[in-house]
């Protein structure tokens, strides 16, 4: 049994859509979970050891800048873009969705985030919705693509 069973699991990409639509500062984290994650309330600068006054997560916040574009397509690619985290950071790493108040930005400009809610986990399945979703696109995605080599190869 994993840390953070009693959490619901979001099992489609309709499904976190629709969390998305209806909540705000929601951001997505891949880490072994809330029950290890919220024991310290930050995160730590891998390269200095320096804590950080937060978790660092990714926003799943619709950006204005996005104009009424879909919201699937936007949660999709906000997954897609940090779906390689679990193959680089180990086994046990997992997405879950918390809400929380931004408090600073990491090393790499993400957002550090306090008084966190855990919402849910995200199941692998909407990972893989989600990452076809964005290989649907007929737009290069330029220095975004993640699999090391290139689209259509």
Not at 40 to 62: H, K, R
Not at 123 to 150: C, F, K, M, S, Y
Request: overall charge negative; some cysteine.
């Amino acid at each position: 049994m994993h840390e953070g069973d009693d959490l619901p699991v979001v099992r489609t990409l309709a499904e976190l859509t629709d969390l998305v639509e209806g909540n705000r500062r929601l951001y997505v984290r891949w880490s072994k979970g809330p029950d290890t994650d919220l024991g310290d309330v930050s995160s730590t600068d891998e390269l200095t050891g320096v804590p950080m006054p937060g978790l660092s997560a990714n926003p799943l916040d619709e950006e204005r800048w996005w104009e009424g574009r879909p919201l699937r397509l936007w949660v999709a690619r906000r997954l897609y873009d940090y779906a390689h985290l679990p193959h680089e950071k180990g086994p046990g790493i997992r997405p879950w969705v918390l809400q929380g108040r931004e408090t600073g930005r990491g090393p790499d400009n993400e957002p550090l985030v306090a008084e966190v809610r855990p919402m849910c986990w995200i199941d692998p399945g909407v990972i893989d919705e989600a990452r076809a979703e964005v290989e649907n696109q007929t737009h290069d995605w330029g220095p975004l693509d993640r699999t090391g080599h290139g689209r259509g190869s």
